[in-house]
């Protein structure tokens, strides 16, 4: 099982960003899929999660400004971030948790390779 993100880049302050993460492997079914993002210096921090069923969880720092959404058919999360701020600056990864290959296995964790988003002017 391989997570590929894409979509960081430079942006301006106010600015706008869609990030995606595509889970690629023999995949029977994803539990729940995130962001998170980890700035030099800094731990690594959650952003927003999904569940399957379509439930978020945000971190308070982002609330009002990112979006998560999933689409379980392409087994890919996609987070779009608006009113980007400069402390929104950092390595943004993916993860995907409990990930099934058969229906009967046991559930693993993965994540995405990161991709790097800078805010600045």
């Known amino acids: 099982v391989q997570l590929q993100a894409s979509g960081g880049g430079l942006v301006q302050p106010g600015g706008s960003l869609r990030l995606s993460c595509a889970a690629s492997?023999?995949?029977?079914?994803?539990?729940?899929m995130g962001w998170y993002r980890q700035a030099p210096g800094n731990k690594r921090e959650l952003v927003a999660a999904?569940?399957?069923?379509?439930?978020?969880n945000y971190a308070d720092s982002v609330k009002g400004r990112f979006t998560i959404s999933r689409d379980n058919t392409k087994n890919t999360v996609y987070l779009q971030m608006n009113s980007l701020k400069p402390e929104d600056t950092a390595v943004y990864y993916c993860?995907?948790?409990?990930?099934?290959?058969?229906?009967?296995?046991?559930?693993?964790?993965?994540w995405g390779k990161g991709t790097l988003v800078t805010v600045s002017s």
């Open positions: 999904i569940s399957r069923g379509g439930s978020t």
């Open positions: 492997g023999n995949i029977f079914s994803i539990n729940s």
């Open positions: 993860k995907a948790s409990y990930v099934k290959t058969t229906a009967s296995g046991a559930g693993m964790d993965y």
